[in-house]
């Protein structure tokens, strides 16, 4: 018995000294080349990993002969920018919107001046759209639809999902903007709510993520109508599992940033290949792949992109105030949002 | 789960004692303990007034209340079904009882995820079960008793385990003395059997009340997430933290942890003094 623990407890010691070994094989120090260690939001993750990557690592050994590797984490991207903010040294980060950049340029890990760009920032744009069953039975033409009685609504919840946010904030600001004209300036906040509250209490279910909320909708056969991205909806179509979906006359433009984390790049000394990087992104080839990933080129004029069709009356965040104020509008402990379900008693 | 009596009397004190004791309390302290404090005194650190305000937030008392709720309607059906399970398996004698009885610590081994996978399968509103339910105006999934079956599911065997043991060990000599002098069945089981399971059925429905209250890999597949509907207080931690409200979290959670404290020390409590009560 004594031996056969004891043989155990060796087995196990063994086990571990290998694991720590090899661990420490595969971290070590690369000579032969360069690594990026990419800090991403999981929407990217099949245009990425499948595709720009690829395309980048050739495009690096045409211009300077040398390879390149990359190391890399998709995650929620509130989840990413807290993990990054917090100490994970990721060069580039990729986010779902610009209220989760702010966090890391609030945490000092990436410049104050990151959307000086051509492109202020941003990598891909997609527009906030309405899936629905085959043939339409519910009729959903408009964000006013998902408030009408007996349709189930899905999207994910704002306070663990960015792309809930952008949900939101598309119906949230068409309404804003529509009362806002029709009041002659000033938009009466009370019917905006009460859009926001009609459309929650039709709401079937809060997956923590925008992926799951799909997931939900396509495999699981749950609700009539779910608010995501139109480039959800497009990989879906790549991917051969097509879901009819509408784009509401007046919606939200999502506009997505990339930046190189500055005291991740000065730590590993890859800032060359890191900013070269984030250029490939918004280069023509690197906005090529990732349209023909369902995201809209960042530059809507270039002729050398895919055509996307307009919708009738697009906004931006920017036209809403912008990140923080509608962070503080609307999520904020009296905003908008938040105050539909404090309003209720129970 | 009668408290483990000291075999080696407290006199005994060589170094290799001392060594091993106090290697076992440090490792309590580090492993249980530490945290615990961490979470204490961060959450009480920003002061009172914030504190009060994140506990005092409506969506954070309707989610306490919620499963406050949901763990005690899982605890009266755990205690009556579980009390039930136990007594089938130690009075009767039946094929496959060797199979029920390996089946029952089964919820233990499934990943909670998994639990809430099988119930959103099962009872989902595209299910056929689901559907049927659905047409007579019941939703299970995505609304509250979805929650229950969950706390169900994964709080199964603790009565059951806690009661089967006494019920083995019970003197019969009593229950029989008892209908030598003509009580029913009934009536022996209510004055005689029950009173000797009491303790035992205390602490399964203590175990799983503590166990129900922080229950969280289920119920998110299971409960539909909705703020003042069906979050409960572990979902509204883990939306509080990821929209980067670390105070309401902290605050709200110390809450938690104090509610389950004080199911544990009331239950030590318990079990004293009816131990003493009972003379041992």
């Given amino acids: ?346 | 789960m009668a408290s483990v009596e000291t075999t080696r009397s407290g006199g005994d004190t060589g170094l290799p004692d001392l060594v091993l004791r106090g290697m076992t309390l440090g490792y309590l302290g580090w492993m249980v303990v530490l945290p615990i404090i961490a979470l204490g005194f961060q959450s009480l650190v920003a002061g009172p007034q914030a504190f009060l305000d994140a506990v005092l937030d409506p969506q954070a008392v309707h989610a306490l209340k919620l499963t406050v709720v949901t763990a005690l309607v899982m605890v009266v059906i755990n205690v009556v079904m579980g009390t039930a399970t136990a007594w089938v398996l130690v009075r009767y004698e039946f094929p496959g009882k060797k199979v029920m009885n390996a089946l029952i610590d089964l919820p233990f081994a499934v990943p909670t995820v998994v639990t809430g996978l099988m119930l959103v399968l099962l009872y989902g509103p595209s299910s056929v079960l689901g559907t049927i339910l659905g047409t007579y105006g019941f939703s299970v999934i995505y609304s509250q008793p979805g929650i229950v079956l969950a706390l169900l599911f994964v709080s199964y065997p603790f009565v059951i385990r806690s009661v089967q043991p006494v019920l083995l060990e019970l003197d019969r000599a009593e229950e029989e003395a008892a209908a030598t002098m003509g009580a029913s069945g009934w009536l022996t089981f209510w004055r005689v059997t029950l009173p000797t399971l009491a303790p035992a059925i205390f602490t399964g429905a203590a175990l799983s009340f503590g166990r129900a209250l922080g229950e969280f890999g289920s119920v998110i597949l299971v409960a539909g997430n909705q703020p003042m509907k069906t979050k409960t207080t572990p979902l509204y931690v883990f939306g509080e933290i990821e929209s980067g409200n670390k105070q309401g979290a902290m605050a709200v959670s110390l809450v938690l942890l104090a509610l389950s404290l004080g199911v544990l020390i009331s239950l030590n409590l318990y079990q004293r003094r009816w131990s003493l009560e009972d003379g041992k």
């Fill in chain 1, 1 to 346: 018995m004594k031996t056969r623990v004891q043989g155990l407890a060796f087995f196990f010691l063994a086990l571990g000294v290998g694991l720590v070994a090899g661990c420490g094989g595969s971290s070590g120090p690369d000579a032969s080349g360069d690594v990026i260690k990419l800090g991403a939001y999981s929407v990217v993750r099949e245009a990425f990993h499948d595709a720009l990557i690829p395309a980048f690592q050739e495009h690096w050994k045409q211009k300077t002969g040398r390879v390149v590797r990359f190391e890399e984490s998709y995650n929620a991207s509130g989840a990413q920018a807290r993990a990054i903010a917090s100490g994970f040294d990721a060069d580039v980060a990729i986010l779902s919107h610009t209220g989760d950049m702010n966090q890391l340029v609030e945490a000092k890990r990436v410049s104050p001046d990151w959307a000086k760009n051509p492109t202020g920032g941003i990598v891909t744009h997609s527009v906030v759209v309405i899936g629905h069953r085959e043939g339409n039975p519910k009729a959903i033409a408009d964000w006013s639809d998902l408030a009408k009685p007996g349709v189930g609504v899905l999207y994910p919840d704002p306070k663990t999902s960015g792309g809930a946010r952008w949900n939101i904030n598309a119906i949230y600001g068409s309404a804003y903007l529509a009362s806002k004209a029709a009041g002659g300036g000033t938009p009466d906040l009370a019917a905006v709510a009460d859009l926001l509250k009609r459309v929650q209490a039709n709401v079937v279910n809060m997956d923590a993520s925008g992926r799951q909320s799909m997931s939900s909708f396509s495999e699981r056969g749950i609700g009539d109508a779910v608010v995501t991205y139109e480039n959800e909806i497009l990989l879906r179509k790549r991917e051969g599992k097509p879901i009819e979906y509408v784009v509401p006359e007046a919606t939200l433009l999502i506009e997505s940033p990339a930046a190189v984390v500055d005291s991740s790049v000065e730590k590993h000394k890859n800032r060359e290949v890191a900013t070269e990087f984030l250029a490939f992104l918004t280069s023509v080839e690197g906005q090529k792949i990732l349209a023909s990933y369902g995201f809209r080129p960042v530059d809507q004029t270039s002729p050398l992109l895919p055509e996307f069709p307009k919708p009738a009356k697009l906004f931006t965040m920017a036209d809403l105030g912008g990140w923080d104020e509608v962070q503080t509008a609307v999520y904020g402990p009296k905003g908008l949002w938040t105050s539909i379900f404090s309003d209720q008693g129970k």
